[in-house]
């Protein structure tokens, strides 16, 4: 099991998950809205298409932080 620390740069709570979990649906699970974000993982940022990959698939066995940081957006 992993530990994840979900949420936005507001608001994080602490989830147990398997690594067979895809990232969407811890996301999705925790109500992060994550099309209007950019998705980090450990602080590296997701690109398209990993999202629906597994804790697994990044080598993630222990614990994690999975946050959605709001995009800026240009004037």
Known sequence: MIQ????T???RSRV???PD???RQVLENNDVNYETTN???DGASLQVG??????SDFNIQESC???AV???DNA
Do not use: E, Q, R
């Open 70 to 72: 709001a995009k800026a």
């Open 16 to 18: 147990v998950v398997s």
């Open 39 to 41: 998705v980090h993982l």
């Open 65 to 67: 932080y999975l946050i």
């Open 4 to 7: 994840v620390t979900v949420g």
């Open 9 to 11: 740069n507001v608001n």
């Open 50 to 55: 990993d999202i629906d990959k597994t804790f």
């Open 21 to 23: 979990t895809t990232i």
